[in-house]
């Protein structure tokens, strides 16, 4: 199956986004309208324990029946998914290679990715696209994308096991850039980081014109911050994330009102993971900036479900000198008021940034280079 993928050219259709997340499955489905891709399910369960490592679905039946369950409660009625793999092991990659066609590269593709990739080619699912050829017709830049397989084949097993066909398994990169950012948007053309903070591990992504020429994974995430909860406060792991998500927040100097002594307590065990987390996405942009010189790095999206953390948008704002805004993908999306209150959708939002971008993957083209891939 193809990373970029193919999908249907005669119009239009619906599809569920699936988003394989280690803490929580989520999924949305649009449908296609005269305004624009409507939403119409939107639904989530708690992931099973220890049924997804570093991306990969290690007990598909498991996983299988979480998905039923999510999908007769959430009342989804597509039939065909688009998913993404993601984790330690997907590999985006922009290189210059000497020019060739479309079949040419298919071929020379696996002999270039064998420089970089941390697997051997034999067990990696590899795609390219050709962005662009320079004016002298000598060299091209090309976009490479590798998963090992077994992250697309659990993910397949998994589906299959509820009789759901994949359409597209994709990176997930591309999903997060569809979610956020139109062809039209004033910061399209920008460099944009996309910080996707998840459970088990984060994503740093830089997208400009559509494309994802960087993205690196580092497992920290909500669990490392649920775990310090937990070490610091002796209580549960079950009671450190309802403190998580009920008490936690990031304080200031220049916080003024005062705060309650769980609070500050919370915050005290959480600085370190809090801390490593910043020093990698320091890390990250600093590569990017060395790796392409000239590039300037203009604001940062930030989604996931711990991007939910009381002041956390602020603290990382302060802490890259960046503007940074809260993920919010389905804030321009049509629907219904009876069906998704605003406010549960805005509450909802940087959590779906996957699913969100997924199911919206015949309904929006990320940008005119990859309209034939979609």
Same mark, same amino acid.
């Given at each position: 199956?193809?990373?970029?993928?193919?999908?249907?050219?005669?119009?239009?259709?619906?599809?569920?986004?699936?988003?394989?997340?280690?803490?929580?499955?989520?999924?949305?489905?649009?449908?296609?309208?005269?305004?624009?891709?409507?939403?119409?399910?939107?639904?989530?369960?708690?992931?099973?324990?220890?049924?997804?490592?570093?991306?990969?679905?290690?007990?598909?039946?498991?996983?299988?029946?979480?998905?039923?369950?999510?999908?007769?409660?959430?009342?989804?009625?597509?039939?065909?998914?688009?998913?993404?793999?993601?984790?330690?092991?997907?590999?985006?990659?922009?290189?210059?290679?000497?020019?060739?066609?479309?079949?040419?590269? #298919? %071929?020379?593709?696996?002999? +270039?990715? &064998?420089? /970089?990739?941390?697997?051997?080619?034999?067990? *990696?699912?590899? @795609? !390219?696209?050709?962005?662009?050829?320079?004016?002298?017709?000598?060299?091209?830049?090309?976009?490479?994308?590798?998963?090992?397989?077994?992250?697309?084949?659990?993910?397949?097993?998994?589906?299959?096991?509820?009789? #759901? %066909?994949?359409?597209?398994? +994709?990176? &997930?990169? /591309?999903?997060?850039?569809?979610?956020?950012? *139109?062809?039209? @948007? !004033?910061?399209?053309?920008?460099?944009?980081?996309?910080?996707?903070?998840?459970?088990?591990?984060?994503?740093?992504?830089?997208?400009?014109?559509?494309?994802?020429?960087?993205?690196?994974?580092?497992?920290?995430?909500?669990?490392?911050?649920?775990?310090?909860?937990?070490?610091?406060?002796?209580?549960?792991?079950?009671? *450190?994330?309802?403190?998580?998500?009920?008490?936690?927040?990031?304080?200031?100097?220049?916080?003024?009102?005062?705060?309650?002594?769980?609070?500050?307590?919370?915050?005290?065990?959480?600085?370190?993971?809090?801390?490593?987390?910043?020093?990698?996405?320091?890390?990250?942009?600093?590569?990017?900036?060395?790796?392409?010189?000239?590039?300037?790095?203009?604001?940062?999206?930030?989604?996931?479900?711990?991007?939910?953390?009381?002041?956390?948008?602020?603290?990382?704002?302060?802490?890259?000198?960046?503007?940074?805004?809260?993920?919010?993908?389905?804030?321009?999306?049509?629907?219904?008021?009876?069906?998704?209150?605003?406010?549960?959708?805005?509450?909802?939002?940087?959590?779906?940034?996957?699913?969100?971008?997924?199911?919206?993957?015949?309904?929006?083209?990320?940008?005119?280079?990859?309209?034939?891939?979609?």
């Amino acid at each position: 199956m193809s990373l970029f993928g193919k999908m249907n050219k005669g119009g239009a259709q619906r599809y569920i986004g699936i988003d394989f997340g280690s803490f929580e499955l989520k999924a949305v489905q649009f449908a296609p309208s005269p305004r624009g891709p409507l939403l119409e399910h939107v639904y989530k369960v708690p992931t099973p324990a220890n049924a997804i490592k570093d991306g990969v679905i290690t007990d598909p039946p498991l996983i299988g029946e979480a998905l039923r369950q999510m999908i007769a409660d959430g009342a989804f009625t597509a039939k065909r998914t688009v998913s993404a793999v993601a984790g330690p092991t997907v590999v985006v990659r922009q290189v210059t290679m000497p020019a060739m066609n479309e079949r040419e590269l #298919l %071929s020379s593709t696996k002999y +270039e990715a &064998e420089r /970089f990739l941390p697997y051997s080619v034999e067990e *990696a699912q590899i @795609d !390219a696209k050709i962005l662009g050829r320079s004016d002298d017709g000598q060299n091209m830049d090309v976009l490479i994308v590798s998963a090992q397989k077994d992250l697309v084949i659990s993910q397949m097993a998994a589906l299959a096991y509820v009789s #759901l %066909s994949p359409a597209v398994i +994709e990176v &997930e990169p /591309f999903s997060l850039v569809r979610a956020m950012l *139109a062809p039209d @948007d !004033a910061a399209f053309e920008q460099n944009i980081a996309i910080i996707n903070v998840g459970a088990s591990s984060t994503s740093i992504n830089i997208t400009k014109g559509g494309f994802v020429p960087f993205t690196r994974n580092v497992p920290i995430g909500g669990n490392a911050i649920t775990k310090a909860i937990a070490t610091g406060l002796n209580v549960s792991l079950e009671e *450190a994330e309802k403190m998580k998500r009920e008490k936690a927040a990031i304080l200031s100097q220049r916080d003024s009102e005062p705060v309650a002594p769980t609070v500050t307590r919370i915050f005290n065990v959480i600085t370190p993971p809090l801390t490593e987390l910043v020093t990698e996405i320091h890390k990250s942009l600093d590569y990017f900036r060395t790796r392409f010189r000239g590039e300037v790095i203009e604001s940062v999206i930030l989604g996931g479900g711990t991007a939910r953390l009381a002041s956390l948008d602020a603290f990382l704002s302060h802490e890259l000198a960046l503007p940074v805004t809260l993920a919010d993908p389905l804030g321009r999306a049509t629907y219904n008021p009876a069906d998704f209150p605003a406010d549960y959708l805005r509450d909802m939002g940087p959590a779906l940034m996957v699913a969100t971008g997924l199911a919206r993957r015949d309904l929006q083209i990320v940008s005119p280079q990859l309209a034939a891939s979609a």
